[in-house]
């Protein structure tokens, strides 16, 4: 009898019966997009909530004005500033759902670190949440107004995760940032966003390339080309969509099977090899006579196709590493590991080191005629 009493007991606790249990959610502040700007006392932060009040009640008549809500809120601290939208909202914030966290281009250029603190130390944060930089401030990005029915959170989410498929941008949760701006050798980077007007003078959220930081500091923006460079360098493209002229034609090609290697000689003077291998699909040739090429035209395009990648990533190379000393590629890290004698000679000057050390590149392409 004892022991039954006792399984209810238990029973009791762990099924929220018990009066002041837990918060349902319809009382909670959904997060998904958060927006960090710098104000001249502190910090501004623009949260984009779900409109759970209204959306997540069963017994709900009334029509909502969207499926998300906008709060903005000002402190010294960050922690203050979410501490003012607890009590603007009369709901307890929840941050585990949020998919984006937007750094106001001030914020970017100044102290990144400095505000990323509250979300490193937070718990109930992800580590995997992806970060971004506004190119104007963040409160824009967050806040703008897509439709009723839009949120700018799934929107920037979903562009940031095709990247890989398109060479436009590049997803980077917070764990990697942080990891990267803490290293001793390791230049971070960070997508771009802007806010746009399209042909309907409608506002409209796009990529603009990526925000390069070395040492703490914003270094530099990296354009589409320099982008592209990266992109292929890092092995971080699965697919891409290219359009090659030739012989006066237009030819379409599908970029897949995609892989990228850096590896370090084991000469006394280092040097760098970046070998990237790729295969092609021609899906579509515009042409009214030939329906097919010949073997030397899948030749010269894929020579075509090679150097193109070649000089994408020596245009990323000479912009990053020989004019800026900035290491995107973790080429320090293979150093470090591989040849730790040499490693320790140059670190104290490494951003000289890298503007000279050689880094040779090899592509490798297959272009296939389907059809």
């Known amino acids: 009898m004892k022991k039954l009493c006792l399984l209810l007991c238990l029973l009791l606790c ?5 009066p002041g249990g837990g918060t349902e959610l319809s009382d909670r502040l959904i997060i998904e997009a958060v927006g960090i700007d710098s104000t001249e006392n502190g910090y501004r932060i623009t949260a984009l909530a779900l409109h759970t009040q209204q959306t997540g009640s069963a017994n709900s008549t009334e029509t ?5 809500k906008i709060y903005t809120a000002e402190d010294e601290s960050i922690a203050g500033a979410f501490g003012q939208l607890n009590l603007l909202s009369g709901m307890v914030p929840l941050y585990s759902q949020a998919r984006v966290l937007v750094l106001g281009r001030e914020i970017a250029e100044n102290e990144p670190m400095q505000a990323l603190n509250f979300f490193i130390r937070n718990f109930t944060i992800r580590d995997n949440i992806l970060l971004a ?7 824009d990005l967050v806040g703008i107004d897509l439709g009723k029915n839009q949120l700018a959170s799934i929107l920037m989410r979903n562009i940031l995760e095709t990247g890989k498929n398109n060479g436009l941008t590049v997803a980077v949760p917070l764990y990697r940032f942080v990891n990267q701006m803490l290293a001793e050798t390791d230049s971070a980077f960070l997508p771009i966003f802007k806010v746009r007007k399209n042909a309907q ?3 409209e959220i796009q990529a603009a390339g990526i925000a390069l930081f070395s040492k703490d500091s914003f270094t530099l923006t990296l354009e589409q080309t320099q982008l592209r460079g990266l992109l292929w360098a890092a092995d971080n493209i699965d697919t891409d969509f290219w359009e090659v002229s030739y012989n006066n ?8 099977k995609c892989n990228a290697e850096i590896t370090l000689s084991d000469t006394k003077t280092p040097a760098f090899l970046i070998r990237v291998s790729f295969s092609c699909d021609i899906i579509e040739y515009n042409t009214a006579h030939e329906t097919t090429l010949s073997v030397k035209d899948i030749t010269n395009l ?3 196709a090679q150097q193109q990648v070649e000089n994408n990533i020596n245009t990323f190379l000479q912009t990053t ?3 800026k000393g900035c290491d995107c590629l973790q080429l320090g890290r293979k150093l470090k590991a591989l040849n730790p004698k040499l490693y320790k000679t140059v670190i104290d000057n490494y951003p000289e080191f890298l503007k000279t050390v050689p880094v040779a590149v090899k592509v490798t392409a297959r272009i296939f005629q389907t059809g």
């Open 64 to 68: 909502p004005d969207g499926i998300g």
């Open 14 to 18: 762990f099924t929220g019966c018990s």
């Open 249 to 256: 034609h237009n030819i379409s090609l599908s970029v897949r």
């Open 133 to 139: 930089v506004a190119d104007t401030t963040a409160q």
């Open 302 to 304: 894929t020579q075509i």
């Open 321 to 323: 590493m020989r004019e």
């Open 201 to 203: 003078e409608k506002e």
